[in-house]
């Protein structure tokens, strides 16, 4: 993880001096790439890590594939020259399979996050290419995992309602007269809440016999660390669109209730931006 | 005047504060990492033993029932690890080790084997002859769902149910209870059920009451200490809203009545009308979860356990009401005992419910 943060500042530096010797690129075209009313289709496929101690305490690991519908909307009335607000909205459908290298059982899965997040937009920071943008997020997270190992305990739910910051930067720049922008988005939650079936408790009890042990527990940063990063580019093809291209980091983890969870996903990203 | 922009500016200094506070935490983060697939024979040892030792829920019941140290099988198990070892003689060694819990929801399942420990009903007489209750069932038996069931020549009910895997719905029930409803009586024969579905189970007990009633009690692991319970959750038997049988009823039982069946069992021993009788249940009351040692075996253990309504555990089996046994030289003539025995216990009952009838009808 250092790692990647390594390479976005690196990445950040270089844009920054290249930003430099194009002081005098077309600002009409700049202005537009910095705008941040867009919309995304982004089709992703990738890897999974998987741990869900309630079905196994091993990692599987497998395949993921996800599409991202993300749209952001400059808020008209709370803009200057020099900042803004945006609302960003952006839903997230994952599925998944995975299996240990002894190649036994499988996990299937899959889940849905909503997340909303309004962001303070800096436009022209440091170099009039650069925007940097955060802000707060709400977010909505509905899951599940099933092992084919079958028994009383096959499958696990996850449902999780979330508080985080977003944090970003957005660089616009032209290679040979190509504009093409660079995106790069974090977002952490810091507190909320989530389903989790107590230590060995069965879904029997829970479903069959309405037994209620601790199910909806508090999360925060210390028990449920988890960290979504996107960094993608826009090549601008049109007026207002863009083929984009990027790359998906998700970690999700929790302790609840004695139980282990994580789910690490890495994967390309690839689809459309439309600029409003 | 307000200044439109003072509460954005604000909140942004916020957020920016808390994101580095966070991007400060990340730092010390630990990440939660699970077992690695680890096919050394110590490590596959380690994980079977630390999943019984945390996840198994009889350990301490069964200290003190049959003096079981998990402590002591460790020292004495894992000194028969070694890293030469076989797949084949480590699945025997970690075979024998589960074997001491006596537990017939424990088993451990590799490629070419099941390590299971079927003492259960493996060391008592078996009660039991399929060949002789099929001859009671006859060949023009009617069959709803996993329910077979036919009127005896003395006007008496015999239902079988082999197992609660098979389904069951409300209407398979009515219905075979709509048939037998001139019978005097009703025989229920579970005897070989080793189980299945605890659904089917309480669907079946629910036409054998007619108030809601008290069955016991179901409780969970909150942690990893032998003693870490949830308060356990009283259960509770519903009437069914179909066809109740309002009749002297007697259930049969074996040794091979587990899982499911014994809570089958027990839920009829709360209803009124309702009669156990043969041998002692099985037993098997900790509901099995299903786990995975580091090697990809599959391991399943008692995770929940039931017990009656009086808090006590039923894991080595239910008292019948009245204890029966097959009669092996009466089965060579083709006489069930345990069958013929319910049958005189049910013409008993039907005479006293006639006579406490016949008295309160006096004037």
Same mark, same amino acid.
């Given at each position: ?18 930003? =430099? ?12 790439? &910095?705008?941040?009313?867009?919309? !995304? ?29 993300? %749209? ?7 803009? *200057?020259?020099?900042?803004? &607000? ?35 937009? &800096?436009?022209r920071v440091l170099t009039p290419r650069l925007t940097l943008f955060a802000g707060p997020q709400a977010g909505i997270s509905l899951g599940g995992l099933y092992s084919t ?14 508080? %985080? ?12 007269? #190509? ?15 989530? #389903? ?22 508090? $999360? ?21 669109? %863009? ?34 | ?25 990340? *730092? ?22 630390? *999943? ?12 003190? +029932? ?20 076989? $797949? ?23 490629? +070419? ?6 003492? &259960? ?17 006859? $060949? ?39 048939f037998m409803r001139a019978c005097n009586g009703l025989i229920i024969d579970v005897r070989n059920n080793s189980g299945g579905d605890l659904d089917n189970a309480e669907r ?25 319970? %949830? ?6 038997? =519903? ?24 809570? #089958? ?25 299903? !786990? ?5 075996? *599959? ?39 345990i069958i013929e025995e319910a049958r005189t216990e049910l013409k008993k009952e039907i005479k006293k419910g006639a006579t406490r009838n016949t008295q309160n009808c006096q004037?």
């Open positions: 993880m250092r790692r990647l943060y390594l390479s976005f500042l690196t990445l950040f530096l270089s844009l920054y001096a290249t930003g =430099q010797d194009l002081a005098s690129a077309p600002g009409g075209l700049l202005a537009r790439m &910095w705008r941040p009313s867009h919309s !995304s289709v982004l089709f992703g496929a990738g890897s999974t890590n998987q741990l869900d101690s309630y079905l196994s305490p091993i990692e599987y690991n497998g395949p993921q594939f996800s599409v991202m519908v993300e %749209s952001t909307r400059a808020l008209s009335r709370w803009q *200057t020259e020099s900042t803004g &607000w945006s609302f960003q909205s952006l839903l997230d459908i994952n599925l998944h399979t995975s299996q240990t290298k002894a190649a036994g059982a499988r996990y299937l899965g899959g889940d849905i996050n909503y997340d909303a997040a309004f962001h303070h937009n &800096w436009y190992r079958a028994g009383n305990n096959p499958a696990n739910a996850h449902l999780n309602l979330h508080l %985080s910051v977003s944090v970003g930067a957005c660089y616009a720049f032209y290679i040979k007269r #190509f504009p093409i922008s660079i995106n790069y988005q974090a977002d952490l939650p810091l507190i909320g809440a989530a #389903f989790s079936p107590n230590y060995g408790q069965s879904y029997y009890e829970m479903w069959q016999k309405g037994g209620y042990d601790h199910n909806i527990v508090g $999360t925060h940063i210390g028990n449920a660390f988890s960290l979504r990063q996107m960094l993608t580019a826009s090549f601008h093809i049109g007026n207002r669109t %863009s083929l984009t291209i990027g790359y998906l980091g998700d970690i999700r983890q929790a302790t609840l209730n004695g139980l282990k969870q994580h789910q690490y996903g890495h994967g390309g990203l690839i689809g459309w931006t439309r600029k409003f | 005047m307000y200044d439109l922009f003072d509460f954005p500016r604000r909140l942004s200094r916020l957020f920016i504060l808390a994101a580095s506070f966070a991007l400060l935490a990340l *730092t010390n983060q630990s990440c939660v990492r699970g077992e690695d697939y680890d096919r050394d024979p110590d490590a596959v040892f380690q994980s079977l033993w630390r *999943t019984i030792d945390e996840h198994y829920c009889f350990l301490d019941y069964k200290q003190q +029932a049959i003096g079981l140290d998990w402590n002591e099988v460790y020292r004495r198990y894992h000194a028969q690890i070694n890293e030469k070892m076989s $797949t084949l003689q480590l699945f025997e060694v970690l075979s024998n080790m589960l074997s001491e819990l006596r537990d017939g929801h424990v088993n451990l399942y590799c490629s +070419a084997d099941v390590a299971r420990n079927w003492s &259960w009903k493996n060391d008592y007489p078996e009660n039991f002859d399929t060949e002789l209750r099929n001859r009671y069932l006859g $060949t023009d038996f009617r069959i709803a769902g996993g329910l077979k069931y036919r009127i005896l020549e003395d006007n008496i009910g015999y239902m079988v149910y082999e197992s609660f895997s098979s389904g069951i719905g409300e209407g398979n029930i009515g219905d075979a209870l709509h079946l007990a629910s036409h054998f009451t007619n108030e809601e009633r008290l069955i016991g009690y179901i409780t969970h692991k909150t942690g990893s200490g032998h003693n870490d319970f %949830s308060q356990p959750e009283p259960e509770y038997l =519903q009437p069914s809203n179909g066809l109740r049988w309002q009749k002297p009823c007697i259930v049969l039982t074996n040794r091979s009545c587990y899982s499911a069946t014994n809570a #089958f069992v027990r839920n009829m021993k709360e209803c009124p009308l309702v009669t156990i009788m043969g041998d002692q249940t099985g037993g098997g009351s900790g509901l099995p979860f299903v !786990s995975e040692l580091s090697n990809g075996w *599959t391991i399943r253990f008692s995770a929940c356990p039931m017990f009656d309504s009086k808090m006590q555990h039923i894991e080595f089996g239910i008292q019948p009401d009245i204890p029966c046994s097959l009669d092996t030289e009466k089965a060579h003539q083709g006489i069930d005992t004037p």
